[in-house]
């Protein structure tokens, strides 16, 4: 069992920056690959990054690409997601997910692969 706790979300202005943390719990976090997605009032989640759960592997959406960098320190079984030059677009939800996996490089852009969310924490940016 995995339980994901995010934090780091808030009130930014456009072209501003957040860095995002999800704590994770139990043992098993080593053995999972994570991802982020985000929701949007009256959106369907979306894909927005993934990491590997040695980190050697990363992906992420085209509409983030250059601007987000995910990352994890596994000794504190913590992954990042730093956003820089936020638009207003960005302004979501944002989740961690985590997806069990022992292959190195495994990664998933589909949310319905994963095991594990977290609750969520508000990202709003203004114009």
């Not at 456009?14 to 929701?39: D, I, K, P, Y």
């Not at 509409?63 to 913590?78: E, L, W, Y």
């Not at 730093?82 to 852009?109: F, H």
Request: glycine letters at 12%; hydrophobic letters at 30%; aromatic letters at 12%.
């Amino acid at each position: 069992q995995v339980q994901l706790v995010e934090s780091g979300g808030g009130l930014v202005q456009a072209g501003g920056s957040l860095r995002l943390s999800c704590v994770a719990s139990g043992r098993t976090f080593t053995n999972c690959a994570m991802g982020w997605f985000r929701q949007a009032p009256g959106e369907e989640r979306e894909f927005v990054g993934a990491i590997s759960w040695s980190g050697s592997n990363t992906h992420y959406a085209d509409s983030v690409k250059g601007r987000f960098t995910i990352s994890r320190d596994n000794a504190k079984n913590t992954v990042y997601l730093q956003m820089n030059n936020l638009k207003p677009e960005d302004t979501a939800v944002y989740y961690c997910a985590a997806v069990r996996s022992s292959l190195d490089g495994y990664i998933s852009t589909n949310s319905a692969r994963y095991d594990y969310w977290g609750q969520g924490t508000q990202v709003t940016v203004s114009s």
